[in-house]
């Protein structure tokens, strides 16, 4: 049995958070009670054919630890089914692993898929168990989760909780829960998924969810998600509606740097809020629209970028003072005037014309 654990601190780059560190518990001896006492319980395992003329084996495993003899041996796909008993003897002195190796070496001209019977049961099966754990803050709000692998997986099981902002704690065996796997997933490849995932209001669960995998057909109930805001499901979620309040009108922009730009002008109500709200948040927008771009930044070209239309905000005294256009294009001048400092945007004057 061997026991290391390494520091992630330093490799987190997400978070600062006070422990980060993984763990690993190898070579531990992995046999269950009944096969001690009673021995193992060899059935035909493997795969395919697929389809008709594909790859198949078969080889020995028991049933109720998942241990292999070794070697495993290679079955007829033809007189062999998966799940099946293995009734023929197990050879206690069969050819070890390295004898088939060395005996496949020496004679290339053997095809691999000549049928071999098993070799003897591993004296001292082992297994490993590793984990991580996290204190401290991460992404995601609670997360219970239980992933059982496909027979062929490297992990047998993988736990895993978190509970955000206090911590993340994950466990995974190779080898141990064998018996669970064969029970749950005794073919085929997907990992199964088992969980709850809060984040936000979204409550995600999955409940036998195939693992990176995702299919219209399959059951509703595999996973899913809800969506636990009461107040989004009775009167819709918050979003913007406009209005046509006046315009088109047609202005003149100024800029502090000296150039000019015609544009046409739209008042619009905005409308912020639930559908069926009573009480939205209403206020009023310019969208606008230059009759050429009008430069706030120099591009890789040579030439400049600019903007031809976008919107901005009036106060609601412009609109009923009527002063709507003069309150859009002197908004839309500070506007492009931000922008061009953000940029660190000079306008030539030579330039003057570039842009048509
Ligand atoms: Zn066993």
Known sequence: ??????????????????????????????????CRLFGHRPVVDGYG????????????????????????????????????????????????????????KAMPQVPHHVPSPPGAWPA???GSISGQMILGRHHGLLHI???????????????????????????????????????????????????VLLDGWQLHWKLWARQGHWSRDQPKWWEGSVN???AERLFGPKRY???????????????PEGDSYQVQLRLKRERFGRPKSRRPAMSWSVEWESDRPIPVRHRHDGKSGGITSAAVAVADDAVTNNLWV?????????????????????????EEGDNR
């Open 1 to 34: 049995m061997r026991w290391h654990t390494t520091n992630y601190k330093h490799h987190d780059h997400e978070t600062g958070v006070p422990v980060n560190r993984g763990w690993w518990l190898d070579d531990l001896p992995r046999l269950i009670l009944a």
């Open 49 to 104: 054919p697929h389809k008709r003329g594909l790859d198949a084996r078969r080889w020995v495993v028991c049933d109720r630890c998942g241990v292999r003899p070794d070697p495993h041996g290679n079955l007829d796909p033809d007189e062999w089914a998966i799940g099946e008993p293995y009734t023929e003897p197990i050879w206690k002195d069969g050819p070890s692993a390295r004898f088939v190796t060395s005996f496949r």
């Open 124 to 126: 001292r099966p082992t």
């Open 145 to 195: 989760g239980l992933d059982i692998g496909a027979a062929g997986d490297e992990d047998t099981l993988a736990f895993r909780i978190s509970i955000n902002p206090l911590f993340w704690f994950s466990v995974q065996t190779e080898g141990f829960g064998q018996w669970l796997q064969r029970r749950l997933i005794p073919t085929g490849y997907e990992t199964r998924q088992i969980g």
């Open 228 to 230: 636990l805001d009461l």
């Open 241 to 255: 509606a406009y209005t046509n309040a006046a315009g088109p009108e047609l202005a003149w922009v100024h800029l």
């Open 326 to 350: 003069t309150a859009a294009c002197a908004q839309i001048s500070a506007t492009v005037a931000e922008q061009r400092t953000r940029y660190d945007y000079r306008p030539k004057a030579a």
